[in-house]
């Protein structure tokens, strides 16, 4: 394991005898799939409080559009989704959790059902369709596209109705409290309120990916990596951030936020095509379209490049028009306010990070090395997706590992009955005071130079350079003590940006969606492994 001795414990300096304090039971760390459901089972044990940065629903869940994958068709198994998800792993799954993520993902799927969650239906069944990599249509959907917001606002619902759940919006976490090497809960900032310190004794971290460290993204703006940051500072062992995948169809409009055209298109029989109208994925892998997703962005990204233009097009001018309105709402009304007709006229795509495959590294029941602390969904990394994820696996390992969050969380209560304790704290952080910095520019800045040097493909020397870069930014950015989440939040990025780039670096060969240019065959001698990080003083 690489132990990196260089980042203070706390962002802030913080006083807790002149804070205000919050008790709960259980504290969970945002408002996606994986936390709000976890918060319902954590809420069997105890009282929880969930706390988010922005309003309850904002989140990549909220934008998730293919849908989840689990087997309900008779022609479909276990065993094949078993396998295909081995596959896109490439070696690096962990073939235990691979096995419970896909037996109890159907479970999972039905209770959210009996709650309220109303997914498609065709001909008396859930409507199915396929995405890439995996061989059967087993990808359920709810409103055509908009399969994650279906999923949050029924929890949301259910949340509201809960008397043990309290939720505080627009709190942004800035740091993990921990006393003797337990998590104790954690250090707020309210937009109103100012700093809060929440006391509890079981702590979730459900804050999801960081497709924000990158220029290109289809992610949410709340997607900027605290939840991995923070964790990282108390001492959290992190795996796999190498693993970033890279989502090849992004609508890409000049001047537009990125809008991802999601793989159930191609799924659908959508066709990609280059500059010149040429259908190309055939001539790169057998299953053409519906390859796996790494594959299909290094392909697109070639055919940008032999072409000299700055994207590609998906063409689903072949399926009835009713159709695509129906199944793709969302994409349709998207399009369409760009005065694209779709019906008509193709869709330009390119590719764009999508997706934290690896993250805080948690134990078959959710729980990092840190006592009283889980992780779930992207935050974490479980095993499941090994070094390149599957469509629609992400919503399903949400489910089940948010479900065993929430379960392992309500049991820790019962082992302590007393209430959460309040431990006095002072930090005073030595710090360089704050002249003439300009936070937006450092941060565009970040993200160019992460969708340059440690994107889509990588060698040595870019990843050098961005390292290098990397590390003087957060020379002056990190020895610094800021106000708002403005500041935090690129603190954080830059924190993760480094990780990322020293893991893509140590990663000298090509596996799944790692592609070293340099390194171009995937290397099991050396590296049928993990790598991860732990932060040396905590
Ligand atoms: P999120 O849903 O991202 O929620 C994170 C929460 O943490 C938010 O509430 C946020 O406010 C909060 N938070 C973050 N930092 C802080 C902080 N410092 N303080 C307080 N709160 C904080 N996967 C699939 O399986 N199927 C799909 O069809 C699919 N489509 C996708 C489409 C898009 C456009 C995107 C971006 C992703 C898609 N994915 C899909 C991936 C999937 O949606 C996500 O991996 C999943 O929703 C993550 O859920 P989560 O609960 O872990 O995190
Ligand atoms: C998509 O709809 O293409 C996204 C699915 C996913 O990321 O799992």
Redesign the pocket.
């Known amino acids: 394991m690489e132990r990196i001795s260089e980042l203070r414990r706390y962002l802030v300096s913080l006083n807790t005898r002149h804070l205000p304090h919050i008790d709960t039971d259980v504290l969970v ?8 459901l976890s918060a319902v089972e954590a809420a069997r044990g105890g009282r929880v409080l969930i ?4 309003k ?1 629903g ?12 689990a087997v309900f068709d008779t022609s479909d198994s276990f065993e094949e989704h078993i396998k295909d998800t081995l596959e896109a792993g490439q070696g690096l799954c962990n073939p235990k959790v691979v096995e419970e993520v896909i037996r109890e993902g159907p479970r999972r799927i039905r209770w959210l059902m009996e709650l309220g969650t109303s997914f498609d239906h065709e001909d008396g069944h859930l409507a199915l369709t396929r995405e890439g990599g995996h061989s059967h249509a087993r ?1 359920i ?1 709810g409103k055509g596209d908009s ?2 917001m279906v999923v ?1 606002e029924a929890l949301l619902e259910i949340v509201k109705r809960n008397s043990r759940i309290s939720t505080l919006d627009h ?4 740091d993990l409290l921990a006393v003797e090497g337990a998590c104790r809960g954690a250090l ?1 900032w309210h937009r109103h309120k100012g700093k809060i310190v929440v006391w509890a004794k079981e702590t979730i971290l ?4 960081c ?1 924000q460290l990158y220029r290109e ?4 703006p ?3 990596g ?2 991995i940051a ?1 964790a990282y500072r108390v001492g959290a062992v992190l795996e796999d951030l190498e693993f970033v995948q890279f ?1 090849p169809t992004t609508l890409y409009i000049a001047g537009a936020a990125r ?2 055209i ?1 793989e ?1 298109v191609r799924g659908e029989g959508g066709i990609l095509r280059n500059k010149k109208g040429e259908r190309f994925m055939q001539r790169y892998h057998p299953m053409a379209e519906l390859a796996p997703r790494d594959i299909v962005s290094r392909s697109v990204l070639h055919e940008m490049r032999s072409t000299d233009y700055t994207h590609v097009y998906l063409d689903v001018r072949h399926i009835p028009r009713e159709r695509l309105i129906v199944r793709f709402p969302k994409i349709w009304s998207i399009c369409a306010s760009f005065h694209i007709d779709i019906s008509r006229e193709m869709i330009p795509v390119r590719p764009s990070a ?2 934290m495959i690896g993250g805080i590294k948690v134990g078959g029941r959710a729980h990092t090395n840190i006592r009283h602390l889980y992780a ?5 990394s479980t095993g499941l997706h090994g070094a390149n994820r599957l ?8 489910l089940v590992y ?1 479900h065993r969050a929430g379960r392992e969380a309500a049991a820790g209560l019962k082992k302590t009955k007393s209430r959460a304790h309040a431990y006095p704290m002072e930090i005073e952080l030595e710090v360089e005071k704050l002249k003439g910095l300009d936070l937006e520019d450092i941060r565009e800045s970040l993200k160019s130079l992460m969708w340059r040097d440690v994107g889509v493909e990588r060698d040595r020397e870019h990843l050098k350079d961005a390292g290098e870069k990397l590390a003087q930014w957060s020379e002056y950015v990190l020895s610094k003590e800021f106000h708002s ?1 403005q500041g ?2 690129l603190q ?1 990025m830059l924190t993760l940006a480094k990780l990322i780039t020293l893991s893509a670096l140590e990663r000298e060969e090509t596996r799944g969606v790692h592609y070293r240019s340099d390194f171009t065959s995937r290397d099991d001698t050396h590296w049928k492994r993990h790598i991860t990080l732990q932060n040396a003083r905590p």
């Open positions: 760390i945002g408002s996606g799939v994986a936390g709000l706390v988010s940065k922005d309850l904002e989140s990549n869940t909220m934008h998730a559009q293919g849908g989840i994958a990808v959907h399969t994650g949050e709190s942004f976490a800035i707020l459900a804050t999801g990916g497709g993204t289809t992610n949410s709340v997607a900027t605290d939840g923070m989502h809008a991802l999601s159930a999508h997706y779930c969904g992207e935050a974490a469509g629609s696996n992400s919503l399903l390992e949400c948010g989440p935090w939040e954080n």
